[in-house]
Every structure is written in C-alpha cells, then in structure tokens.
C-alpha cells in the first residue's frame, strides 16, 4: 500500500490467485473459487496511514478487519516502477532489473538520453513475477493501471494506464455505457486525474463481477 512519488491509484487484480501456491511449482494447485486483489496507492507514505484526520474509511476497515503493518522498507532508489516491480517479484531492481519509469534509451551520440515507458515488459523485468507464476499455474490474472507490464503474455485481462481503444474491458464499459469511444481517445488531455481513477475503478469492478 506504500509506494513512492505522488501520482494516482493503481490496481493489480490477481483474480484467483493464491499467491504463496503460485509462488511455488511443487505447492498444490491453488482453490479457483478464491480472489487476490494488490491495491497500491502511489505516494502514500506511512506516516500519513496514522494522521487520524485521513479520510479512508473503506481502508480503516479493511485493515481493521485484517492485518496492517506500521510502514514498509522500500527499495532504493524508491521509485514508482522499481518499488511496484519489486512488490510482484519479491526482488530489487539489481535483479528485477527496472531502474527508471520505464526503459533507459539512449538515441544518439549528440542526442540527450530518454526513458521510454511503453516498452514490452520482457524488455524491463528480467525475473518472473507472482502473475507470470499465477498465469502458468492455469490461474486467471488481471491488472488495471499496472506497471512494466505492455505486452507481458501472462495477464487474461487488463485495462492500461492508457487504455485500448479495441480493448476486451473498453468495449464493456462503452457497452455499459461508462465509456464513450471519445472518452478513450482523449483519456490522458481533457480529462481530470479524478476521472481517470473513477474509469480504472470501473474497470476493476467489470473485471471482478
């Protein structure tokens, strides 16, 4: 629930996953009827989980009704791709090998060096992930808003930070009437960070239900 710079929710749905069973080829296979959700809120230090001020009840609950701790250690240096990448990897980035928010790239001798962020996830993470392991155990996996993740192979659903315009859950939401085809094609410009959370909430919704 703790990770680094200050940006919006993102949501890695494991749908049915059992996260120590997938983790290892000799475990059992795990129940199918079961639903593992990974909720990250980018930003949110420790600190602020115990300012009695926070308006969160839903998370006040959740924890209240389970387990919490007081902080986490992150991952140096303590970015958003590197700490999300380490949190389905079980690795740091030395060995998961995501240094940046995205793909270093250098253009040229005379040309300034890029991060490219939308880059194959084979091309980022060096490591299998716990949705690459649940994916092989014949689990079905999800993520909305995820990162080092385009093109990754192991997710049966998905709803990217820029979303498809012929994705499998657009087309439901269009369908639903929550998305229009403009909607995705100006989903970044014109839109308000407080939108673009209500459309991945949606779409984790339409993926769990």
């Known amino acids: 629930m703790i990770s680094q710079p200050m940006q919006l929710l993102r949501t890695c749905l494991a749908l049915s996953l059992a996260l120590i069973a997938a983790a290892s080829a000799a ?4 129940a199918k009827d079961r639903v593992v959700i990974l909720i990250t809120i980018d930003g949110f230090p420790a600190w602020l989980w115990h300012d009695p001020a926070l308006p969160v009840p839903t ?4 924890a209240a009704e ?3 701790a007081d ?3 992150v991952v140096n ?3 958003t791709w590197i700490c999300h990448t380490t949190l389905v990897t ?3 980035p030395i060995q998961h090998g995501v240094l940046f928010n995205g793909l270093l790239v250098r253009p040229g001798i005379d040309k300034p060096p890029m991060i490219d962020q939308w880059r194959d996830k084979a091309d980022l993470v060096h490591v299998p992930t716990i949705y690459d392991l649940a994916h092989q155990a014949g689990l079905k996996t999800a993520q909305v808003d995820w990162v080092a993740i385009l093109n990754s192979g192991t997710i049966d659903y998905e709803f990217l930070e ?3 315009p012929t994705g499998g859950i657009e087309g439901e939401l ?8 403009d909607d995705l094609h100006n989903f970044i410009k014109g839109k308000s960070p407080a939108w673009r959370d209500s459309m991945y909430n949606h779409a984790a919704i339409d993926i769990l239900v």
């Open 90 to 92: 079980g690795v740091g």
């Open 27 to 30: 475990a059992p296979i795990p």
């Open 162 to 164: 820029i979303p498809k």
């Open 66 to 68: 389970g387990a919490e």
């Open 174 to 181: 269009i369908s639903a009437g929550i998305l229009t085809a």
């Open 77 to 79: 240096p303590s970015i």
């Open 59 to 62: 998370l006040r609950k959740l």
């Open 71 to 73: 902080s986490m250690e």
